[in-house]
């Protein structure tokens, strides 16, 4: 799994392009970074799953402790491109009603 970090339009704003497999030998790295860039005064931010073709139980974990961590801090978290078999894992563990999607 690779994340890349592109800075947004406005101050204090971040997207989050993560591909490659989000499963147990990586979803603490994916929590860790992001976690990590939102404590930098971070305002908005938007994870972006496009080119995510797998997501397991230790993903799902990452992606509920991300969005855990962005209302504690009062962050504006969305996400875009779940789709496929992510998006059925999402719906199946039931995360989808949580999370805020771009364009939704």
Not at 1 to 27: T, V
Not at 34 to 40: A, D, I, L, Q, S
Not at 88 to 95: A, P
């Amino acid at each position: 799994m690779d994340i890349q970090f592109f800075e947004s339009g406005n101050a204090g704003s971040f997207l989050a392009k993560i591909s490659g497999d989000c499963d147990l030998y990586n979803a603490r790295h994916l929590f860790t970074d992001v976690t990590e860039k939102m404590n930098g005064g971070c305002r908005t931010a938007c994870l972006d799953f496009s080119d995510v073709p797998y997501l397991d139980s230790s993903g799902i974990w990452a992606v509920i402790r991300i969005v855990q961590h962005s209302k504690l801090k009062n962050i504006d978290l969305r996400f875009r491109g779940i789709t496929g078999t992510v998006r059925k894992v999402m719906r199946l563990s039931n995360i989808l009603s949580i999370i805020k999607e771009e364009g939704a």
